[in-house]
């Protein structure tokens, strides 16, 4: 017997009505050079359409990729809407990926036009020669920007400026696509994921579930994380469906100027990666904002220190720790606090809140071992790879014929390697390819990560392992002091705090002082430029 309900197409198309008619009045803000730039979802709306309007008439049809390279802003934010909703798709380029990744991934996807921000023309120009399916670049600027190489080109504004405000939107399939991203490639070329309108309509509600981040009409967003890298966590999909109010950061990105915006636009819900809030925590401690509307932050990309989660909560900032790939549209899990959780010691409910946590509704997880692929006991204890699936989970790869290594038995293998409590909360401690494998035994990297990060003289420490002759493995931590302790600390002194924390095996066999942990395209710590630099150090015997 089958069910009696309508077969309403989950769309964007539906997140985009629902913003202009139910929410017409709410804001979308930009921050800008001078002024910040803001308007209405009924302008915002306006827009979108003689946006698709513009595209029609360039040639773009169902299933063109059309590409963007651009920060969070009000016009990549009608992009997000425009392309999908006219049945193309949106392409988002990562503006930080290496120049001859970012030319794979446009060839592969045959990107036609592609959006670019003014001053990251000069970015592309280098590179346009290799784009032969590109037939159109568009600036975004608030004037006419010299695009050289960039042929033929026009300015956003005079590409929608004639077109009229209103759209006569088709009827879409849910199952069609609305986005791709790449993932950040840190081994071999990146790999293309694509979305459904059906995958983000679901997702967008994840986002504003009360177990996962809870936006909703009441709040005042702002995605720090980009928009030109796994959807900007979603946020600003679910932010049209539920109306809230937008706070887009633009290339203003410094602690300074985050705290100011958050204060001026009284953000209610920020997201980013643990880079930014350790950016801002430090300012925290010589420069005064007003947070009082902020309810929380969602941290993602990596793990989030528990020095971290505690240092803002003492100045009043709760983090929740989130965790999600390209492939999950990102969001998989959130770490809040379960009710019986909140009778807890503040350091239980610390060590709570710095765990992945527990998946949303919609996400399924197994935790296997990597060797027998059984499901591993909830023990807190037995590493696996955490498997999850779900509606807005991918299941291949675009044009990709080894995916199916990647996708087993219907499940995503994430590459990450985690311990489950008996209450089903996920903690991640490593990557499979970052494990440090000593002796046979496995030490988590990213537990060791933690607690150097604990220590007050420590900024960000990165712990890699090196090649030993008879350990096979042992690791080393490449610690980065804070400003006023450079050349006052010694390697002794950070093995001495971990020293109570840690198995004696564990302990890392040296430290070395590096100026700043390199970074991914996306804001990770690059292991991989560490374990090539300090391939030959020299380990005290």
Same mark, same amino acid.
């Given at each position: 017997?089958?069910?009696l309900m309508?077969?309403?197409?989950?769309?964007?198309?539906?997140?985009?009505?629902?913003? @202009?008619?139910?929410?017409?009045?709410?804001?979308?803000?930009?921050?800008?050079?001078?002024?910040?730039?803001?308007?209405t979802y009924?302008?915002?709306?306006?827009?979108?359409?003689?946006?698709a309007?513009?595209?029609?008439?360039?040639?773009? /049809?169902?299933?063109?990729?059309?590409?963007?390279?651009g920060?969070?802003?009000? /016009?990549?934010?009608?992009?997000?809407?425009? @392309?999908?909703?006219?049945?193309?798709?949106?392409?988002?380029?990562?503006? /930080?990926?290496?120049?001859?990744?970012?030319?794979?991934i446009?060839?592969?996807?045959?990107?036609?036009?592609?959006?670019?921000?003014?001053?990251?023309?000069?970015?592309?120009?280098k590179?346009?020669?290799?784009?032969?399916?590109?037939?159109?670049?568009?600036?975004?600027?608030?004037?006419?920007?010299?695009?050289?190489? %960039?042929?033929?080109?026009?300015d956003?504004?005079?590409?929608?400026?004639a077109q009229?405000e209103?759209?006569?939107?088709?009827e879409?399939?849910?199952?069609?696509?609305?986005?791709?991203?790449?993932?950040?490639?840190?081994?071999?070329?990146?790999?293309?994921?694509?979305?459904?309108?059906?995958?983000?309509?679901?997702?967008?509600?994840?986002?504003?579930?009360?177990?996962?981040?809870?936006?909703?009409e009441?709040?005042s967003?702002?995605? @720090?994380?980009?928009?030109?890298?796994?959807?900007?966590?979603?946020?600003?999909?679910?932010?049209?469906?539920?109306?809230?109010?937008?706070?887009?950061?633009?290339?203003?990105?410094d602690?300074?100027?985050?705290?100011?915006?958050?204060?001026?636009?009284r953000?209610?819900?920020?997201?980013?990666?643990?880079t930014?809030? @350790?950016?801002?925590l430090?300012? %925290?401690?010589?420069?005064?904002f007003?947070?009082?509307?902020?309810?929380?932050?969602?941290?993602g990309?990596?793990?989030?220190?528990?020095?971290?989660?505690?240092?803002l909560?003492?100045?009043?900032?709760?983090?929740?720790?989130?965790?999600g790939?390209?492939?999950?549209?990102p969001?998989?899990?959130?770490?809040r606090?379960r009710?019986?959780?909140?009778?807890q010691?503040?350091?239980?409910?610390?060590?709570?809140r710095?765990?992945?946590?527990?998946v949303?509704?919609?996400?399924?997880?197994?935790?296997?071992?990597?060797?027998?692929?059984?499901?591993?006991?909830?023990?807190?204890?037995?590493?696996?790879?955490?498997?999850?699936?779900g509606?807005?989970?991918?299941?291949?790869?675009?044009?990709?014929?080894?995916?199916?290594?990647?996708?087993?038995?219907?499940?995503?293998?994430?590459?990450?390697?985690?311990?489950?409590d008996?209450?089903?909360?996920?903690?991640?401690?490593?990557?499979?390819?970052?494990?440090?494998?000593?002796?046979?035994?496995?030490?988590?990297?990213?537990?060791?990560?933690?607690l150097l990060?604990?220590?007050?003289?420590?900024?960000?420490?990165?712990?890699?392992?090196?090649?030993?002759?008879?350990?096979s493995e /042992?690791?080393?931590?490449?610690?980065?002091l804070?400003?006023?302790?450079?050349?006052?600390?010694?390697?002794?002194?950070?093995l001495?705090?971990l020293?109570?924390?840690?198995?004696?095996?564990?302990?890392?066999?040296?430290?070395?002082?590096?100026?700043?942990?390199?970074?991914t395209?996306?804001?990770?710590?690059?292991?991989?430029?560490?374990?090539?630099?300090?391939?030959?150090?020299e380990l005290?015997?």
């Amino acid at each position: 017997m089958q069910g009696l309900m309508m077969d309403f197409p989950l769309t964007l198309q539906h997140a985009f009505n629902r913003a @202009i008619r139910l929410y017409p009045r709410k804001e979308i803000v930009t921050q800008t050079e001078a002024e910040p730039h803001r308007y209405t979802y009924a302008e915002w709306g306006k827009r979108v359409a003689q946006l698709a309007n513009a595209l029609a008439r360039a040639g773009v /049809r169902d299933g063109d990729r059309v590409a963007t390279f651009g920060w969070n802003t009000y /016009r990549h934010f009608e992009l997000y809407y425009a @392309i999908p909703c006219m049945g193309a798709v949106l392409h988002t380029l990562n503006i /930080r990926l290496f120049a001859e990744q970012l030319a794979y991934i446009v060839n592969e996807a045959e990107d036609k036009i592609i959006f670019v921000d003014g001053d990251l023309v000069p970015v592309l120009e280098k590179l346009a020669p290799q784009f032969p399916s590109v037939e159109l670049y568009v600036i975004m600027g608030d004037s006419p920007y010299a695009t050289g190489a %960039l042929q033929p080109s026009v300015d956003y504004e005079t590409f929608i400026a004639a077109q009229p405000e209103t759209y006569a939107w088709p009827e879409l399939d849910e199952n069609a696509a609305a986005a791709m991203c790449y993932t950040s490639g840190t081994t071999g070329n990146p790999k293309g994921v694509v979305y459904s309108h059906r995958s983000i309509f679901l997702h967008s509600m994840g986002v504003g579930l009360a177990n996962g981040p809870a936006l909703s009409e009441q709040d005042s967003v702002l995605p @720090i994380v980009p928009m030109f890298h796994a959807n900007a966590w979603g946020f600003v999909h679910a932010a049209a469906m539920v109306g809230s109010k937008v706070v887009f950061p633009g290339r203003f990105m410094d602690p300074m100027r985050i705290g100011k915006l958050m204060e001026s636009e009284r953000v209610t819900l920020a997201a980013g990666v643990p880079t930014i809030w @350790i950016g801002l925590l430090s300012l %925290l401690g010589k420069e005064h904002f007003d947070f009082s509307a902020l309810r929380s932050i969602v941290c993602g990309g990596s793990a989030a220190p528990q020095a971290l989660i505690e240092g803002l909560q003492k100045q009043g900032i709760t983090l929740l720790h989130a965790w999600g790939m390209t492939e999950t549209s990102p969001l998989a899990s959130i770490a809040r606090l379960r009710s019986y959780q909140l009778e807890q010691s503040e350091e239980e409910q610390f060590s709570a809140r710095a765990r992945q946590g527990t998946v949303i509704p919609g996400v399924e997880f197994r935790v296997v071992n990597m060797e027998t692929g059984q499901e591993v006991p909830w023990d807190n204890e037995t590493y696996g790879e955490l498997q999850v699936r779900g509606p807005w989970v991918a299941r291949a790869y675009y044009k990709d014929s080894e995916s199916a290594a990647k996708f087993a038995d219907g499940w995503l293998r994430t590459g990450d390697v985690a311990v489950v409590d008996q209450d089903g909360s996920l903690h991640l401690v490593d990557r499979t390819k970052d494990l440090v494998k000593s002796g046979g035994e496995w030490i988590s990297s990213v537990e060791l990560e933690n607690l150097l990060m604990g220590h007050p003289k420590v900024l960000e420490a990165c712990v890699v392992g090196i090649p030993h002759p008879k350990w096979s493995e /042992r690791p080393l931590a490449c610690v980065v002091l804070k400003p006023e302790y450079v050349d006052q600390t010694t390697g002794e002194e950070i093995l001495e705090y971990l020293r109570p924390h840690v198995a004696k095996w564990w302990l890392p066999d040296d430290v070395v002082f590096i100026d700043a942990v390199p970074k991914t395209s996306v804001g990770k710590f690059d292991k991989k430029v560490l374990r090539n630099q300090f391939s030959m150090h020299e380990l005290p015997s």
